[in-house]
């Protein structure tokens, strides 16, 4: 390979090299001058004046002028050119971004150290031209390191990361590697995916398109399917005893590979005690599933664990859940006193099957909750009774903007005077029949609305089954604080609500026994009444568990409650000074302006005023997203492709070779090789020798003229 | 180590040696047991008085001048004795001694030129004072720095002018001598000690000022062995003593040229003196002391017979 010169002009400091030499022409070593009673004899010869012309320490000189033309040349940059690279495709400088996931499938065996090395590798052949950004990635994206020019940061940064408790969604990484590509002046770009390639993260389409030319490499580091066991989820069956509640916990394990069942031992854990274990053998790729005995939840926050032995797959081996006495919400149900009881048979039973912190049923016949009663009810049912005019009225008038819910069943005889119509949504009219056998369904529901939101999967609820026979003719008028909630299918009124104050008022236009739908033979009937009781009541449902990924604003009262923490929400909302203690043993300030918190860590987040040590914490439970526990892969030719990449290590190269480009592979491969140093660490040797060889000459002179003294 | 090794094998040259005589401080001392002992050195050398007062008799050895014979004696006798006379003259003797600063070199440190010019001017000046001559000094540089006049009891002050005189500022030869002849009205004879760098017409036109007032001028031209054989190897820089002036040199490339040099300076100014009558004494600073004080004696003797 041929030697060329970054900076040739440099060269012209060779002329450098006439300096020693006119030294050693013009300047005699230094000594010091002898004393001598004339020179009237030595200034008539004329030897003296040639002498000086000569050169008398040629080593010297030569070791001086070589030190001078290494540190010229050094300054001119040379460098071993490869033609092979400036005559390929490749343009100047790449900017290289690495996506690495850290999602907590890559915590599976060896797949983390394996994706450091890779992410290593990548950083390793980047060019001291090239800028490198280090991107992680699971639900959201980081720039560890951006557009750096040297991949020591990224090394050292690299050192500090391991798999978090999120799951992998390849947007946001892809998305952020987008923005940097987009801002770098760079020539060529290259992205390389560091990843397990995991088929759950990966939507097919991510609305991500990489500026053309970028190269796409991917490092898969998942080359063989696991045998994981997890835990896909924990259900709690509650069970009121007096003042006490008893929960049933069930676990349900699932297992991917494996080729003969196993024997697992599944344990129960309260505040962090064992308090039971049961065995449960698994077959190969399956699930099972495990009921334990009832424990009674006495006490606020308690922390209940469900775990198997750890495996390859440590973070979905355990479920953490936060248990806490449950708040049964009341219910008053006033019916028509014609149809007694039998019309409200179906509902009360509904509203009594719950599993989980359920309903207090209060109300017998059409009578209407004394004032000091209702102050006491969440929600009141009118099953086909007119609501009450006057006092009662006026009284649930003012419960209900007080925030209570109200619930009317229009049935025959649902109505309201006119004084009422302010707090109803639309206006009711006759009782139509539909035509027919068929009788009408629900077509139109809201899946947005809290109501309906549970249904909103394919296969988690049936409407269209349910046939409705009879119903009144409703016209609502849709506002600000009037919504229909659902439709039959010719598209007159179902459900509709309206806000009145903190309350909501429901009217359902039909009824919710079996006389005019068999709505309540359908299964959906008691999770939808369960739901319209429960939104009508303005408690959300409690949150045993979050998901990691998950923000917990502690400042938002609603968003407390729902997290089970309702009975200390006031008292944490009203502080401004709060911090959370992390699973993993780390601290968040909550103070005020800071009031999100991320749950971002797999366990048990605690929620209390800075300094104070309480004896029952309060806590928030955080699991693992159970999704990324399915470890099929994805092909990740799939992934370059939709972003648009050129695929492997010979892919790209689209850049332009303009001259630039050019000079900044030269630049490139001057840097690389860095030449320079070694001219200049042996310039500094011939300096050394320069100086050893001078004062050696000089000794040697001294010496001389001693001796030529004394001789003479 | 020639030099050194010439000077102590040679016979009974140890007190005269100069590297010897420089460790005496006592400057009469010094000339005293010179003189002493370089005469006795001398003992059958027919050299003892050139005065005309009878001293004794002394028997006739094989060597001794037959005019000192007395031949009354041996008439009376039989026997040859020779007449000793005592050294008695009236002679002004007068030292000019160049303390000029390029007296103080010397390549032996213990011995300058100027130490070498000391001990030689105090020995003759001892002598002559032996010989009851009137002595004095004169010290010259630019001009005249100390001046003693002669006469018979100068001797010791001679002699501490003489131990404290040094060698610090330039030279000049005629000016200095203009002014010694000026002051020394009565001729004698002059001895003039120096290194005579100047060119050999100035040296000459000053000299031949003490000669034209009919002194009996002796010049000891003295010069260091380093100043002969210029010292130094590959490069070398001198600078001048009295000019300060830097030359720098390659003594290996100019040393036979220097020497010629100087050889043909020093023959010069022989020539000239002798084509003036003035005896001209070159004294190697290396030699032993006897060497100079032979010849002075010896020209004493020449000027003596030839009165």
């Known amino acids: 390979m041929p030697f060329s010169l970054l900076i040739p002009a440099a060269l012209a400091g060779l002329a450098a090299i006439a300096i020693p030499i006119v030294v050693h022409l013009r300047r005699r070593p230094r000594s010091k001058a002898v004393p001598f009673p004339s020179t009237m004899f030595l200034e008539r010869s004329p030897i003296k004046s040639e002498q000086r012309r000569r050169i008398h320490y040629w080593a010297l000189l030569s070791v001086r002028a070589l030190a001078i033309m290494l540190v010229v040349v050094a300054f001119a940059r040379p460098f071993l050119t490869d033609d092979s690279i400036l005559a390929s495709g490749v343009g100047g400088p790449t900017e290289r971004v690495v996506l690495l996931d850290r999602s907590w499938s890559m915590a599976a065996e060896d797949r983390w150290p394996e994706a450091v090395r890779a992410v290593e590798g990548a950083f390793a052949e980047a060019g001291p031209l090239d800028r490198v950004s280090l991107v992680v990635f699971d639900q959201g994206a980081e720039a560890v390191v951006r557009s750096a020019p040297d991949a020591a940061r990224i090394r050292a940064a690299l050192d500090t990361l391991e798999p978090g408790a999120l799951a992998t969604r390849y947007g946001p990484g892809l998305k952020l590697a987008q923005t940097i590509l987009e801002d770098s002046d760079l020539a060529t770009y290259e992205v390389v995916v560091v990843s397990d390639f995991q088929r759950n993260g990966w939507s097919g389409d991510e609305g991500v398109t990489f500026p053309e030319g970028t190269r796409v490499r991917t490092a898969s580091v998942a080359p063989r399917p696991l045998d994981n066991h997890a835990l896909a989820g924990v259900s709690l069956s509650r069970e009121r005893l007096g003042d006490r509640e008893r929960v049933t916990p069930a676990a349900r394990i699932v297992r991917s590979g494996g080729e003969e069942p196993v024997e697992v031992m599944v344990t129960l854990e309260l505040d962090g005690r064992q308090v039971q274990s049961l065995p449960v053998t698994l077959p190969p790729t ?13 006490q606020r926050h308690t922390q209940l664990t469900v775990g198997i032995p750890g495996d390859a797959l440590a973070p ?250 309702g009975e200390v929400a006031e008292a944490l909302t009203a502080s401004e000074e709060r911090v959370a203690l992390t699973p993993e043993g780390g601290s968040r300030d909550l103070a005020a302006g800071r009031s999100f918190l991320a749950l971002d860590q797999a366990g048990f987040f605690q929620i209390r005023p800075p300094g104070q040590d309480e004896v029952r914490p309060v806590a928030v439970a955080v699991n693992v997203d159970r999704r990324e526990a399915e470890l099929d892969p994805m092909d990740p030719e799939e992934l370059v492709a939709a972003v648009g990449g050129a695929v492997g290590p010979g892919g790209g190269g689209t850049a332009v070779q303009t001259a630039e480009a050019l000079r900044l592979r030269r630049e490139d491969q001057e840097r690389r090789q860095s030449l320079w140093r070694y001219l200049l660490l042996g310039a500094l040797g011939l300096l050394v020798l320069e100086t050893m060889l001078s004062n050696r000459l000089g000794r040697k002179g001294r010496k001389r003229g001693r001796h030529a003294r004394a001789t003479s | 180590m020639t030099h050194a090794r010439a000077r102590s094998t040679a016979p009974g040259a140890q007190f005269l040696d100069p590297r010897v005589l420089a460790r005496i401080d006592n400057l009469e001392l010094l000339a005293r047991t010179v003189v002493n002992g370089f005469l006795n050195g001398l003992h059958r050398a027919p ?76 020995c003759i000046l001892h002598f002559s004072r032996g010989q009851r001559d009137r002595v004095g000094l004169v010290t010259f540089d630019e001009g005249i720095v100390d001046f003693v006049p002669p006469s018979a009891r100068n001797l010791e002050l001679a002699l501490h002018t003489l131990a404290r005189v040094q060698a610090s500022e330039p030279g000049a030869l005629r000016p200095s001598l203009l002014d010694a002849t000026e002051r020394l009205a009565r001729r004698g004879i002059v001895l003039v000690v120096s290194d005579f760098y100047e060119e050999p017409d100035e040296v000459l036109e000053a000299l031949r000022l003490l000669r034209g007032r009919g002194h009996d001028v002796i010049v000891f031209h003295l010069l260091d062995p380093a100043e002969r054989e210029l010292p130094g190897g590959e490069s070398t820089t001198f600078e001048d003593m009295e000019s300060g002036e830097v030359v720098p040199v390659v003594p290996n490339r100019l040393r036979s040229a220097y020497r010629e040099m100087v050889e043909n300076h020093v023959e010069t100014l022989l020539e000239r003196c002798t084509a003036e009558r003035m005896d001209h004494v070159l004294l190697d600073t290396s030699q032993p002391l006897d060497h100079a004080l032979f010849k002075y004696l010896t020209i004493r003797e020449r000027k003596a017979r030839s009165r």
């Not at chain 2, 303390?99 to 030689?120: E, I, N, Q």
């Open chain 1, 316 to 565: 979905d081996d355990v479920y953490h859940l936060v248990l806490s006495p449950g708040r049964a919400t009341a219910v008053h149900i006033a019916a028509a006193a014609a149809r007694g009881t039998s019309g409200d048979l179906y509902l009360r039973r509904a509203l009594e099957i719950s599993e989980e912190q359920g309903f207090q049923i209060f109300g017998r016949g059409s009578g209407i909750p004394d004032e000091s009663a209702l102050q006491e009810r969440q929600v009141v049912i009118l099953n086909d009774r007119p609501f009450p005019g006057g006092v009662e009225g006026e009284r649930l008038r003012q419960w209900v903007q007080e925030g209570g819910g109200l619930v009317l069943v229009a049935g025959d005889r649902g109505r309201w005077g006119e004084d009422f119509s302010g707090i109803f949504p639309g206006a009711l009219g006759p009782v139509l029949d539909r035509e027919g056998a068929r009788g009408e369904r629900l077509a139109g529901l809201d899946f947005d609305h809290p109501v309906f939101a549970p249904f909103r999967d394919p296969r988690q609820g049936d409407f269209a089954s349910a046939r409705f026979f009879r119903a009144r003719s409703y016209q609502v008028e849709e506002g600000d604080s009037v919504q229909v909630l659902a439709r039959f299918d010719d598209g007159s009124v179902a459900l509709a609500e309206r806000r009145v104050g903190h309350g909501r008022v429901l009217v359902w236009s039909s009824t919710l026994d079996a006389f005019w739908t068999d709505l309540a033979l359908k299964p959906v009937y008691l999770p939808f009444v369960h739901g319209l009781v429960q939104y009508a009541s303005g408690r959300n449902p409690t949150v045993e568990g979050f998901t990691a990924g998950q923000v917990l604003d502690v400042a938002d009262a609603d968003a407390m409650e729902s997290a089970g923490l």
């Open chain 2, 47 to 122: 050299h003892l008085g050139l005065s005309m007062d009878f001293a004794e008799h002394r028997a006739y050895v094989p060597g001794d001048d037959v005019r000192h014979l007395d031949w009354k004696l041996f008439a009376r006798s039989d026997r040859h004795f020779v007449k000793q006379y005592e050294a008695e003259t009236n002679a002004n003797v007068v030292a000019l001694l160049d303390v000029s600063a390029s007296m103080g070199f010397g390549s032996d440190p213990h011995v300058t030129k100027l130490d070498y010019a000391r001990f030689l001017t105090a």
């Open chain 1, 286 to 298: 399956g699930a099972t599933g495990v009921v334990f005995e009832p424990v009674t939840v006495a």
